[in-house]
């Protein structure tokens, strides 16, 4: 039995119930796409993977692009852009994509975002509809990449190794943002006029990054590396600071330059206002995920009532569980309908 899969019942049902307040007032869009990656995929993976036991999405329920979808009146079905020949949907996200075009030659297939924009482009015409809205989340597999290269250089033997590790994170994160502006650039110059621009979460408080940690720490040899590699937390939040803080740069560039008034929603703050105020978001734990993925499925021994998993933040290593893209969700659509 594949425990990832979600009823597709239930999913409609508790979007509709999240996004029916909302739905009266968002006729302002024809339809919306999405492009991302695990935290918004709700079936590409699996269906260009052809295993059936990859799940349709990295949680236990509707992801936060769903609910957005359903409060604005519009459903979001998997683009399965790979697949040729058969019916696209609208939602481009994919899990492990990144921002970046890893091999540097977007003509080549894959699963990242110019591909997908590219996909999308092809599929139009080259033309987009000026009342449709298009959104953009991604960046957090750029950043777990940058922090692997830091994790690399904390266990490094010479100053000059690890002072290479830093820089070679920071240009990392600086060419995921040039990718992302690229992308949002190019929708922009074959008529998208409504974008909205997800940052990226505290990748350093993801149940991930202790277990990276963790494992780090058993590699030490000296005091001086154990030092390093604690900090490794903190490094991931400083990632994660300095894509946000640069893509925020950049979508204020495009803004100057094009007149278009981009929607940014702020995934860092909402993330760390759910875990900062855990108990009244009815969150009991915020430190372990329910389910751990790395070696096979392992349900957590705290996860009592699996797969529903009351009071998790996490639903894996990566992923928050449902409530929480329930939250993130009912914030971008409020934003989307004040702006």
Not at 68 to 93: K, Q, R
Not at 284 to 299: Q, S
Not at 311 to 339: K, M
Request: glycine share 6%.
């Amino acid at each position: 039995m594949n425990f990832f899969q979600t009823n597709s019942f239930k999913v409609s049902a508790l979007v509709a119930a999240v996004g029916l307040s909302f739905s009266v007032n968002a006729a302002d869009f024809s339809n919306g796409y999405v492009f991302g990656d695990s935290l918004m995929d709700n079936g590409n993976i699996q269906a260009f993977s052809g295993d059936p036991s990859i799940p349709e999405r990295f949680t236990n329920g509707p992801n936060a692009a769903e609910i957005v979808a359903a409060g604005l009146g519009y459903p979001l079905t998997p683009s399965l852009h790979l697949i040729p020949g058969i019916p696209h949907g609208n939602n481009y996200s994919t899990a492990t994509a990144t921002a970046v075009d890893t091999d540097g030659d977007e003509s080549t297939l894959d699963l990242n975002l110019p591909t997908q924009i590219n996909s999308f482009l092809f599929e139009h015409g080259g033309e987009v509809s000026s009342d449709t809205l298009y959104s953009f989340s991604i960046g957090a597999q750029d950043i777990l990449n940058a922090f692997t290269m830091r994790v690399a250089g904390v266990l490094a033997e010479t100053k000059e190794e690890r002072k290479a590790a830093v820089q070679a994170a920071k240009n990392s994160i600086k060419a995921a943002v040039d990718a992302e502006e690229a992308q949002i650039r190019k929708l922009i110059a074959a008529g998208a006029q409504h974008i909205l621009i997800v940052n990226a979460a505290d990748q350093g408080v993801l149940p991930i990054i202790d277990i990276m940690t963790e494992q780090t720490l058993a590699l030490a040899t000296t005091a001086r590396q154990e030092k390093r590699i604690k900090r490794l937390p903190k490094v991931a939040t400083r990632l994660s600071v300095k894509f946000n803080k640069l893509l925020a740069k950049r979508v204020a560039k495009i803004e100057r330059q094009t007149g278009i008034d981009i929607i940014e929603f702020d995934l860092f703050s909402s993330y760390a206002n759910q875990i900062d105020n855990a108990e009244d978001f009815g969150y009991t734990n915020i430190d372990t995920p329910c389910i751990y993925t790395l070696n096979g499925l392992v349900i957590n021994p705290e996860c009592i009532d699996f797969p529903v998993a009351s009071g998790f933040l996490s639903w894996d290593e990566y992923h928050p569980t449902t409530l929480v893209h329930q939250n993130i969700g009912a914030e971008v659509l409020e934003l989307i309908l004040s702006h």
